[in-house]
Structure formats: C-alpha cells, structure tokens
C-alpha cells in the first residue's frame, strides 16, 4: 500500500522556516519600497534606498539570527538579480551618434574609471574597494557596483560604503550640474553630453536633463557607459576568475539577457520585467544591507569620498575642456 | 583643538556650497526635491567624516579591548592631532604594559619552573584546611584537588601537626606507601606545605645503618681514605688487626703500615685502583702496632662522587697471616712428602732391581726367620735345591742340612748375634733328593726397622765339581793322608810340624801356637804365636777361649793350624783343652776353614786322654811313594806350577828348592827316566811339562 506523505512533514523539512519567510517579506518590503520611491523621484536609486533600508531594518533589530538569515539568502538573491537586472541593461546602437560624442564619453569614462582608481591606491585604499569606485564611478553607478561584486568579493562594509559614496557623488552632480549650466550658459545637447558622461546613476542623469528638456539625448549617452558594463564584467571576470578565462553563470546569463532584451526581446515584455527585475536585484541589496554594521560601514572614512570626488572632477573638467574647446 | 579647527572649517565650505546652490537652484528653479539630494549628500559626507574622525577613536577602543583580552597591540598614528598624541600615548602604554607583561610572564615563567622543577608536591590549605592551589605534579598524582578538604585527597593527613612547620608523614596511595616530609610555611591564613618524597632517604638512611653494622662488626679491617690516601675511617677490626684505636690511626696514611719496602708498591696500587676501579688480592705485609708482622689480603676499591670524580678509596684487610703459615707448613710437608715418595719409588725401584738380581743371580740366595724358618727363595735355590719357591716358603731351613751339620742354623745364628756380620764359608748342604752337595755361603743378618735381628740372608753357591776337584788335587799334592775340616792328633811335634810345612808348601796359611821357639820347630817367625800370659807382639795368652777366638779369626778357609797343647795344659786343666778342642772341631768341620793338627809330646797326656783325644782327632798316615821324597818334591812342584798354566825350567827349580844346578839336574833327570816329566822348547829356554804318567802319580798320591 503506498504511502501517503503529509504535506506538513514535507514543509517542516524544507529548509525555509517561519523567521525565514518573515525575513524574506522584510526584505521583500524595503526592495518594494525602494522602488516605489525611486519612481516618485528617478534621482534615488532604489539599490540605494534598498541598501539604506536593509542597514537601517538592520542595525534597528540587530538579531544576529535573522542577520545569519539573510547572509544566508544572499547567496541564493544575488546571481538572480544580477540575471534579471540584465533587462535594464539597453545596449544602444552607436551609429545613432556623432562620433566626438562617442569618443568623448568613452575617453571621459575611462578617464574617470582610472582617475579614481589611481587615486584611490595613492590613498591606500583596499583594491577591491577602488576597484568599486572607479567601476561606480566610469560606468553606471550602483548597479554596476553591485554586479561586479561577486566577482571581485569586496567587504559587506567596503560593498555598502562604495554604494553609498557613488549615490553621494551623483546627488552631488545632480544638485551641481543646473548651477554650472546656469554660470556657463552652455547649450542643452551639450549638457545632454556632460550629464551623460559624467553622471553616474541613470536615474539622476534623467533629473538633471530634464531641466533643460534634452533627457532623450542625456539617457542615450548614458546608455553607452552602461553597456561598458558587459565589456568591463566581462574583464574583471577574467581578472578575478579562479581558473583561467573562467566567467560565472550569472555574468554569462547576465549578458545574454541584456543582449536578449535589448535586441529580439519586444519591447513591452522588457519593460514589464524591468520592475520585477529593479525589485529582485533591489531585495538582494537590502539583505546586504540588514547584515551590515553601520559602524563598519562608517570606519571607511573620508578617504573614498575623496577619490571618488576627485575622480568625478576629472572626468567633469575634461567633458567641459572638450565643449569649452568647440569640438563637439 | 586641530579637529576643532577641521570642522569649523568644514562647516564653512559646506554654509558657502550650500549658499551658492540655493542661489543657483531658486533662479534655475530646480523642484524642492533638490533639497532632499542635498541632505542625502551632507548625510554620507556626515557619515563619513564622522567615520574618519571616529577611526582612531575606534581603532583605540578596539586595542583597548584587545589589551583587556590580552593582545596587546600597537594603534598607528595617522594623524599629528589629539588623536595621534592619544595614539602615541596608547602605544607608550602598550609598550609599557607588553615591558610589564613581558616580565611578568617570565617572572611567572620561573616560578613556575621552579615549582614543577620542585622536588616535591606543594599545594596550600586555607583556614578551614580546603587546598586552595597544588602544583601540577600533586595534580598529575591526586587529580583535580582544588578545593577538596586535605584529609579528602591525602588520608590522615595530620593536619594538628601544620602549626609545627615541619614533620614526617606517609601517604598511601594505590596500596603504596609513600613517606614524605612536610614542610609548613603560614603565610596568614594559608598553609603552605611541601611535601617532599623521602623514601629514597629513608633507603639511603636503612642502608647507612645496614653499612656501618657491617663497618663496624667486620672483622676484616675496613679503611676508608682521602684521596691522598690518609686514613679517614677505622673500624673496630682494623682497631683488633692493627692494635691502634681509630684515634692513633685517623688521618695517618695507609703506608704507615707497611715496611718500608713496599711503599712504591702501595702507590701502584692506588694508581691502579683509579685507573681500573679496584684491585684485589693483595697479599702484602703489614706492621702492627706491636712490631709484628702479619700477612694480610687486601681489597683497594677507588670511590667516586655523582661527577665520577674520585673522593677516596676503600681498603679492606684480612688477616691471612695463619692461613699463609699453614700453606707454608703444607708446602714443606708437601716438598716433604714428595722428596720421601721419591725416595721411596727409588727404593722400590732398587729393591725391585735387587729382587731382580737376587733373584735371577745364578747363587742361591734365601733367607730364615730368627726361628729357622725359610721366607724367601730364588730361583736358583730351587734349581740347586729341588724345593720349588711354594714348598720352600715356611719349611724349616734346618731340612737344607746333613744330618751332620744339623745344628748349623742355630751355631750361624749365635755367631750373628755375637756381631759377625760378613760370614762366609764353605759347607754342605742336603738336596730334596738326599744328596749332598759342598756349598761356599755366605750369611748376613737381617735387621728388622728398630735394629733388632730379624733374620738372616745366605748366599749359596754349589761348589760341589770344585770341592771334589780341590780335593782330589790336595790329595795328590799332600804329603800326609790329610782332609780339609778335619782335626788330626800328633804325638810327635816334627811330624806335626812336618805336616804343617808340606801344607804351606801347598798354598795353605800356616799358623802355629806353641811354646816352642820357632826356630827350634823350624817354622817362619810370620807364622809363630808364642803362648805366653805377658801380653805382647806376637803372643797369646794360653787362655782355650782367647785362643777359640786367634783360631776362629783366621780368614779364608785354607789355613793349617798347629796347636801345642802341653803348654796349655800345664797351665789349663784338661777337660777346658778338651772342650776347646771339641769346639774347634765343631768349627772346622762346619766352616771347613782348614786342617788343625792339635800336638803334645808330654806326659801330661795320660792314657784315658790319649784316647779321649784319639776319639775327637783323626791321626795323621803318611803316603807311600816310590820316588825319593825330594824327587818327589820337585814333581809336585812342576806338577803345581802347570795346573796354574806355568812351565818352570831348571833355574825355577834350583831357586824354589835352594839346591845347585847340578843337583837340580839330577833330581830332573830321574824324573826323566821316569818318564814323569819331558822338557820342552819354549823359545830358547827349556822349560817342563808333567806327563800323563806323572799326572797319574801325582792323582794317586
């Protein structure tokens, strides 16, 4: 006669108990919350918010079993939501451009992404670290912290204060950009060019365009550094890999679906799953946070902020050099 | 005051960005939201700085803690302000403390290293007798102690006796009995007390009692010395061998009781006894306090500290003076033994020679017990006599004699033991068959160990051919019908004379005693014996017994002796002449020593004497020859000389006779008509030769 299993037993031994889903809902609530604020305002990022959620839920409960938890769902988050963000990634098509703007950005990228990486050894910071900020800083901001930090396994706290640093120097040019476009009286398309290239998050180079209504051309500039992305996970892979030319699943994944979406995938299935995406990738980064010790976080110092700054300054001076010299 | 300083200063640049952005945000006319960025940026750049200005205090807390844990690390100044001088004084602090630290633990390092190095167990007792702290050898015998009340861990411990700060206890654990000594130090309310393992002491303490009885009751002499060899310890059988108490002996050294002479060696000894450990069996001299000299075994062993260092010597001296005597004593009686075993296998070995030779010699050689009894008998006696050894052996040795010569044994017995050691003379004796043969012996007495007379030897040889021989050549060659052994009577001295003349001519010793001058008789003076009672050269005393012993001392068996007895009975009454003559003839007839013609002419000789005489005597016949006497002579004479190989001539004749050439020629030349003699040439002298007829003459006759 067989058997008839009971579905409580089965549910007992999963390995998913009550404080878990309680966990998970937690953390399902400050990804939900982050993306619905970045909504109301593109300027904050919702990994951002997600993160400062999940630090602040965090260091309020200070519950080491639900940290360990989290630490443990981490793991499970993270390759998932790198998979799904690929769907935010659109790889634009480069002959849309000019090819001064092309050049610009790439140059001003790289720039800024060495920039910062040569500062921030000169400061005698750790390398995961600068390597952190300059990817941050060159590509596009938190989500490309995010996604290349399996790869190069920083510290939790290194992770959280790389994020929050790259938010502070993008506000910072949100807040900068009118008031030097107000003094210098540049044209629209060029500060489309200037906040594309040198702002970091999509989301405040959305803001800061909007003001002069040249948003399509500043989000189409900044598409270009976020498709540096594919290239420069593709490296660091490489770089970091443990065996030779060895590249995790999820970057494979990663790339193969931002390819996916922004080729053959319709364009309404992409932008139905970039939510569900922003929401996932937004969860995992607040089960980062709720494990971290803002102390910790906080012992990074000034010394980031510096480079990271500095950096920025580099990239913003040569983008101005460039307009100032009449080339674009 | 320098952070003071940065955040004023911060502050300032933050009031003047803020300044210029709200200007420039309200105439670009950003949204409000702006504001929210600006505080969001102000609150990371907040956080931060907060962050930075917190890191040395942090890094500070952080060491401050581990320091409290124990890891005394170092912070690093990053910065000259307060916090690097807060910093540096943290790190003089460390430094100070790790200095502290650092001495501390080998202050505790040594400690501790004295008390596991500890021969001992310490461990300490509170007021209410708990043990409060043991060391971890008493742990590793008692387990986990801490705690637990003494008398829990250690049974009986006599804790009444902690106040006495030192005493002696056993404590048995895992059915061993361990002795210990306790000592007790109160340190306020806390006992301290070390017990100590004395069980190898008390070992050590019950082999020191065990050492010195046997040190003290010993009576070999024990000696323990310096390493320069004065004597540190003397025991009470050194006290008894030597006679010095300890005090008269003690730090003398050892050589004090040796001579002189065995110093040297005595320092050999010792070089020895470093070098090998010990040396025994020395017998070597010592001098006692008394001056005497004994013999003593020594035993030197060297002794040596834990370093193996040497510290002195032990000597152990055993008297052996006695057993040396008797080993001496046993030596000399063995030297002895074996000089007598020597002498006694060479005496063996030469009586085995001369059992040999007696009996393999071709003389019949026996011997005869003191009661005549045969005890030994060669193999000759039984081939001359006929008894073989068996039957001879106990047999009466007078069966040997004649029925004539029976008292012989019992006559050569007396004259033994008169002292006549070298008898010999010719007899007879009477074979197994009956027969009887002429024998020569010769007797010598056998004294027993103590010198007494035990027996007698003989020697025998058969001489019966040459007696016969002799005999019949005697016969031949004498003028008179006389015999050997016979006593013969002479009324007429000339004849008498006569006879004893022709028998000197004959090879015969004459001897005459008379007293008679000789050359009155006719008779050489050499063999005249005047019987005179004056005692002088040449005289006799006319005594039968002295004249018994004159007669019976005549050598050889060939002597004619001529007796005067008127002298002698003038002076001796007859029955003493005839008891003498009686015993002469006993001798003569025995020891066959010659012919004694006894002579008188003299009236003292009656008719019952004559006849007495006549009875023991033979009288004296003259022979009949055809020849005249003195050719007759002169045939004898030849006739002797050639029976000894000689041929005389002419000249021979006339000298021997004392007669001229021409009457020796002429008595020659009747011989040769006779036929009796022939010359013949030898060279060129003529010598004679008695023919066969003369022979035949010469044998009848």
Known sequence: MRETVKLIEVARELPVSRKDLQMLLLLLVCGLMAYLISIANPALEPLFLALVFGIIAGNLQKDGEKGKIAERYVPVLLPVGITLYGVNINIPYLGGFHPEVVAATLISASLIFLAVFWISSRLKLSKQMSVLLACGSGICGVSAIAIISPLIKPKKEEFSAAIMIITAVGLTGAIIYPTIAHFTNISPEKFAVLSGATLHQTGIVKISSQLFGVEEEALAIKGIRIAMIALVVLVLSIIYSESRFYVPWYIVSFLGVALFSSTYLPSGIVQSLRPLATVMFATTLAAIGYTVNVGKVQRAGIRPLIAAYAGWMVGVVFIMLVIGSGVL | ?701
């Open chain 2, 1 to 701: 005051m320098r952070v003071f300083v940065r955040f004023v200063l911060l502050f300032t640049i933050i009031s003047a960005i803020s300044l210029v952005l709200g200007i420039s945000l309200v105439e670009v006319g950003v949204s409000p939201s702006y504001y929210a960025y600006v505080l969001i940026v102000v609150l990371i750049i907040s956080l931060f700085s907060a962050g930075s200005i917190l890191e040395p205090v942090e890094e500070l807390r952080d060491a401050f803690q581990s320091a409290v844990r124990g890891e005394m690390r170092r912070v690093t100044p990053k910065s000259s302000d307060e916090f690097g001088e807060l910093a540096s004084a943290f790190n003089w602090m460390i430094e100070e403390l790790i200095r502290e630290k650092k001495s501390l633990e080998e202050s505790e390092k040594r400690f501790r290293s004295v008390v596991e190095e500890l021969d001992g167990w310490l461990f300490e007792l509170d007021s209410h007798h708990r043990i409060v702290f043991a060391t971890a050898n008493f742990k590793e015998k008692f387990g986990d102690v801490e705690g637990k009340y003494v008398r829990d861990v250690l049974d009986n411990f006599p804790i009444e006796k902690l106040e006495s700060g030192k005493f002696e206890y056993e404590i048995i654990k895992d059915g061993k009995i361990i002795p210990v000594e306790v000592v007790v130090k109160k340190d306020g309310e806390i006992y301290r007390c070390l017990a100590r393992d004395i069980s190898g002491r008390r070992r050590i303490e019950r082999q020191l009692a065990f050492f010195k009885g046997i040190l003290e009751h010993s009576v070999d002499a024990i000696v323990i010395l310096d390493v320069d060899s004065r004597i540190t310890v003397w025991n009470r059988g050194a006290e008894m061998m030597f006679g010095y108490t300890a005090g008269e002996a003690v730090g003398k050294p050892l050589n004090f009781l040796m001579p002189k002479e065995h110093w040297r060696q005595c320092t050999e000894n010792f070089k020895r006894a470093v070098v090998e450990g010990h040396v025994k069996d020395i017998e070597a001299p010592r001098i006692r306090k008394d001056g005497e000299l004994i013999i003593v075994d020594q035993t030197l062993t060297s002794i040596h500290d834990s370093n193996g260092e040497v510290v002195g010597f032990v000597a152990i001296m055993r008297d052996i003076t006695k057993r040396k005597r008797a080993e001496l004593d046993l030596k000399n009686s063995l030297e002895e033994l074996e000089k007598r075993t020597r002498e006694l296998l060479e005496v063996q070995k030469e009586l085995q020679q001369l059992a040999s030779i007696v009996e393999n010699s071709n003389d019949a050689i026996y011997s005869v017990d003191i009661v005549g009894r045969i005890r030994s008998w060669n193999r000759t006696a039984e081939k001359v006599f006929g008894w073989s050894k068996e039957e001879a052996i106990g047999m009466d040795a007078s069966a040997l004699l004649p029925e004539e010569l029976k008292g012989e044994t019992e006559f050569i017995i007396r004259r033994i033991r008169e002292g006549d050691s070298g008898l010999s003379f010719e007899t007879r004796r009477q074979r197994k068959d009956g027969t009887v043969i002429d024998v020569e012996i010769t007797v010598s007495p056998i004294l027993d160990e103590l010198g007494e007379l035990s027996g007698i030897s003989i020697i025998a040889r058969d001489i019966s051919e040459k007696k016969r021989a002799e005999r019949e050549a005697e016969k031949r060659m004498f003028k008179y019908d006389v015999e050997r052994g016979r006593i013969y009577f002479a009324d007429n001295f000339d004849l008498a004379v006569d006879v004893i003349n022709d028998l000197v001519k004959c090879g015969y010793t004459g001897r005459v005693i008379s007293r008679r001058y000789p050359e009155n008789i006719g008779v050489c003076e050499d063999n005249y014996i005047m019987l005179s009672s004056r005692k002088m050269k040449g005289t006799l005393d006319p005594d039968p017994e002295k004249i018994y012993r004159e007669i019976m001392s005549l050598p050889g068996w060939k002597n004619a002796v001529l007796l005067d007895l008127d002298y002698l009975l003038v002076k001796r009454n007859f029955e003493e002449v005839y008891e003498l003559i009686q015993r002469l003839k006993d001798v003569f007839f025995v020891l066959n020593k010659g012919i004694l013609i006894v002579c008188s002419e003299s009236d003292l000789v009656g008719e019952r004497e004559f006849e007495l005489l006549k009875m023991e005597c033979s009288g004296i016949k003259s022979r009949k020859v055809e020849i005249p006497d003195e050719v007759y002579e002169v045939l004898r004479f030849i006739y002797s000389k050639n029976k000894i190989g000689e041929r005389p001539s002419i000249k021979d004749v006339m000298n021997n006779f004392g007669i001229t050439r021409n009457t020796a020629k002429k008595r020659v030349q009747q011989l040769l008509d006779r036929g009796l003699i022939r010359i013949i040439k030898d060279g060129r002298f003529k010598v004679m030769e008695v023919t066969e007829d003369g022979r035949q003459i010469m044998r009848v006759a």
